[in-house]
């Protein structure tokens, strides 16, 4: 049985109506892949691409989504808390 990233994100989210991952290196691209597989089917998918000198270009280039550090992302979520927050 093969497992990689791809293969739990699809498991993971396959019930769900949205989905994001946020990824660093090659081995994300898996994650990538499965979030495009589960839009095919109706999930709402973002692919986050933390990008630093050592990330590769590929990874950057399929993200819907580019942030700099993982204080980015930080402040992403926060964001993404505080709009739901406003709409509720």
């Given at each position: ?21 946020v ?43 580019v942030?700099?550090?993982p ?18």
């Open positions: 049985l093969e497992v990689d990233k791809g293969t739990v994100v699809e498991n993971l989210a396959e019930t769900c109506r949205a989905a994001c991952f990824g660093d290196d090659v081995g994300d691209l898996a994650a990538f892949a499965a979030l495009d597989r589960l839009e095919a089917k109706g999930t709402r998918a973002v692919r986050v691409a933390v990008a630093d000198e050592e990330s590769p270009p590929e990874l950057r280039a399929r993200a819907d989504l942030v700099a550090d204080q980015s992302v930080k402040r992403l979520f926060q964001a993404l808390v505080s709009a739901a927050a406003e709409k509720t």
